[in-house]
């Protein structure tokens, strides 16, 4: 059965606060070349038949909010 990975992660204008804290620490134990974190979550599920529209039904429902979360999917059989 294909899987579906969805990945969802706040709208680059927002700040997020969770990034800021792991750049800062990141550049606390010395890995000064990393800048911009950003945290996100993988929601992961299977469905058949795969139906995008579907898909993009419940990401806007639930799985996301859209208005503060970007979000992106993709289908790996």
């Known amino acids: ?4 990975r969805v990945s969802v992660r706040l709208k ?3 700040l997020d606060s969770a990034g800021r804290t792991v750049n800062d620490s990141l550049h ?5 070349e990393v800048d911009g974190v950003r945290i ?17 039904s419940m990401c806007e ?3 996301a909010n859209p208005v503060i979360e970007d979000y992106e999917f993709e289908v790996v059989d």
Request: charged share 25%; net charge neutral.
């Open 1 to 4: 059965m294909p899987t579906v």
């Open 12 to 14: 680059p204008s927002l």
């Open 28 to 32: 606390g134990l010395g890995f000064a």
């Open 40 to 56: 996100g979550r993988l929601v992961e599920f299977q469905m058949d038949p795969v139906d995008e529209g579907r898909i993009r």
């Open 61 to 63: 429902r639930l799985i």
